[in-house]
Structures are given as structure tokens and as C-alpha cells.
């Protein structure tokens, strides 16, 4: 359930648009912020301020790999598997990401710590591979760097 702060920003971005349905992409990212990812229970209440049904508010979730279907740790590590990533390494990255946190790919550590995904294109095919950690860029990754990124997210 949404928090009253979140509401009132729902409420403020459904004022800039014509229709409530057009504000979906920014309530669904409010939500998201807040509560890191879109339950069930989340699509509902959404459908239910835009006047809109679960099922829309759901096509719109599973359409965009941006949010997330299930609950995710604390650090989202979303590895881009597309052409440049896939031909400069993407999946070496993977295996190595597998092989450093001890988990595969769409699982969650013991800890909640991370969460390892396999995502298509982010948009930075020129610094491939790359992956994006909850709202940031990793590029040009090797092993060295892998361990440094984790290292700072200790
Ligand atoms: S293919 Fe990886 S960012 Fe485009």
C-alpha cells in the first residue's frame, strides 16, 4: 500500500496530464521507489486511482523490464544480455557475477542483498557490457571492475 507521501505525489503528477490513465509510467515509478518493486496488490491499488483495470496497469508492468514483477534485494543487478553486450562478453560477466555472489540468474541472495537479472538493451550498447544497479550504470565491465562495484556496495 501506497504511503500518504506517495499519494499526494500520485496525485500531483496526475495533474499534469488530461487523462489519469497517461500518468501510469510515473505513478508505477513512484511505487516502485517506494516500495521496490509491483505486487499484486500494488497493480490494484494503481488501477484503482487511474480508474483503469489491473489487467492494463499489469501489461504495462510486464512490458517495461524497468520494474520489477517480484520483490528484489537491496542492490538490483540487472545485466544486459543484447547483441553488443553478448558479443564484448555479457556472458562471462554473468558467469562471473554467478561464481562471486553464489546465486543464478533471478535469484535473490539469503541476505537480501542482491539480486542477479539478465535484461535486454539498456541504451549504452557503445560501453558494452555493462549491467545497471537499481538507477545506475556499470560499463566496460571486466572481472576487476565487478569486484571493485561490489566492494563499494558492501
Ligand atoms: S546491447 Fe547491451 S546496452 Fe545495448
Not at 510515473?26 to 483495470?53: F, P, R
Not at 489491473?54 to 504495462?60: R, S
Not at 538507477?135 to 571492475?145: A, G, K, Q, S, W
Request: aromatic fraction near 6%.
Amino acid at each position: 500500500m501506497l504511503s500518504q507521501d506517495a499519494r499526494r505525489s500520485v496525485e500531483d503528477t496526475i495533474k499534469k496530464y488530461s487523462q489519469k490513465r497517461a500518468a501510469i509510467l510515473s505513478t508505477l515509478h513512484i511505487a516502485q521507489k517506494e516500495i521496490g518493486w509491483i505486487s499484486k496488490d500494488t497493480i490494484e491499488e494503481i488501477a484503482g486511482i487511474l480508474d483503469i483495470t489491473p489487467i492494463e496497469v499489469k501489461e504495462v508492468v510486464s512490458f517495461y523490464t524497468m520494474f520489477n514483477l517480484r520483490d528484489v534485494g537491496k542492490y538490483h543487478i540487472q545485466v544486459c544480455t543484447n547483441l553488443s553486450c553478448s558479443l564484448l562478453g555479457s556472458r562471462h560477466i554473468v558467469n562471473y557475477l554467478e561464481k562471486r555472489l553464489g546465486l543464478g540468474v533471478g535469484k535473490t541472495t539469503e541476505d537480501k542483498k542482491f539480486t542477479l537479472s539478465e535484461v535486454e538493451c539498456l541504451g549504452s550498447c557503445g560501453t558494452a557490457p555493462m549491467m545497471q544497479i537499481n538507477e545506475d550504470y556499470y560499463e566496460n565491465l571486466t572481472e576487476e571492475e565487478i569486484d571493485k562495484i561490489l566492494m563499494s556496495l558492501a
